[in-house]
Every structure is written in C-alpha cells, then in structure tokens.
C-alpha cells in the first residue's frame, strides 16, 4: 500500500510537472511571436553607401557631383527615383530635386488627346509637350512641371512650377534651388498664346490651373 501511494504521489507531480513544462513552454512560444511581430524589418531598405541608397554614393549616377547638403539630399530621392523605374515608375519624386531628373522620354500626341501608335496603359508616367514660338522653346510635363529655353542655344531661362494654390505670387511653391527669383504667377492658360491648346494643357497633360515662372 505504501508502495503504492509512493508511486500514485510520484505519478502526480510528474502530471503536474508535464503541464508545468507546457504552460512555460506556450509562453516562451508567444512571447516569441509577438517579439518577432513587433520587430520591424528593413529588408526593403537599400543598403547604407550603396548607390541604391543614395545617387551620390560611389557607383550612383551623381558619384563625385555632390558637394552641397541639398544634392546629397536629393541624391536620397534620385536613388529611390531611379529604383521605383524612373519616368515609368510611379515614385512622387521631391519637388525641391525635380531639376536633377534626366530628360523626359518624348511622346508623340494627337489633338483629341491619345498617343500615336502607342497602348495609352503602356505610355510612361511623364508626357512632353514642346512648342517653338519666338525664338524661344517651351516644354510642359505632366508632372506639373515646364521649361522655357531659347531656341539659338537650348539654354533654359525660367522653369515653370504647375498647381491648385490660387492666383498670386504668394501662392507660388518655394524658388527651387537651381532658380534666382520668382518671374511671374498666372494662369495655367497663359501658354495659349504660344502654341498650347486647353486640350493639350488639360486633357493630355493634366495640368494644374495655375502656373509660377522662375528664372534660372
């Protein structure tokens, strides 16, 4: 009987000890997931020096060009620019470093609005448009941006800045970098005279109503 009671008390804590290991066990196991789960990874982040990470870095395509906090600063946005798949890509690329952009692919337009001879899903994001009138060229983007330049030397005068801000001076985005001072604020329409048709400024390009010049 004694015999037997031993081996009952033993068999009890044995059971006891099981569960005890369980419990411990299914903690130490939930504990480990919520850790993992509140980690968070950085996989998708470009490694640090690499050009991916940043286009002034050596072997990104502004290597040795960076001298100044703002093109190392814009080299940050490039890099991601340029990984998203550049001007068909759909990366919002900052408007302080749009003047770093590589020319923007040219894509024939009709009247009404389509892209000649190409699938409308497969254009790039970045639509040109280009008109001569005296003596000077002016480009227009649909990323809310233009250039004016004169036609002798190509030379970009004044860089155009597109939006929703309202009329006026004070409503104008701040002078970008590569520009000296604010030319003018007026309307999106203003480029009618030179060329450009509401269709072309509305429909194809998308542009914004309001339109602020800036010298170079």
Not at 66 to 71: A, G, L, P, V, Y
């Amino acid at each position: 009987m004694i015999y037997c009671d031993y081996v009952y008390i033993v068999y009890m804590e044995s059971s006891a000890m099981k569960k005890l290991f369980f419990v411990v066990a299914m903690l130490m196991l939930v504990s480990g997931v919520m850790l993992m789960s509140a980690t968070p990874t950085y996989a998708e982040e470009p490694a640090v020096g690499t050009p991916e990470d940043n286009a002034c870095n050596p072997g990104g395509v502004m290597e040795g060009k960076c001298d100044t906090d703002w093109e190392w600063g814009c080299g940050y946005y490039l890099a991601r620019w340029i990984s998203a798949g550049g001007w068909g890509g759909n990366y919002a690329m900052n408007t302080d470093c749009v003047s770093l952009l590589p020319p923007v692919p040219v894509v024939a337009v009709t009247e009404d609005g389509s892209v000649a001879g190409v699938d409308a899903a497969q254009v790039a994001a970045i639509i040109e448009i280009c008109k001569i009138f005296g003596g000077g060229e002016y480009c227009l983007y649909s990323n809310q941006t233009g250039t004016q330049a004169t036609v002798a030397t190509g030379v970009i005068f004044a860089d155009s800045i597109f939006h929703n801000n309202g009329l006026g001076d004070a409503n104008c985005p701040p002078v970008p970098p590569t520009a000296t001072a604010l030319n003018i604020s007026g309307a999106t329409t203003g480029f009618n005279p030179v060329g450009f048709t509401n269709n072309e400024l509305f429909t194809v390009l998308g542009l914004e109503p309001h339109v602020c010049s800036y010298s170079r």
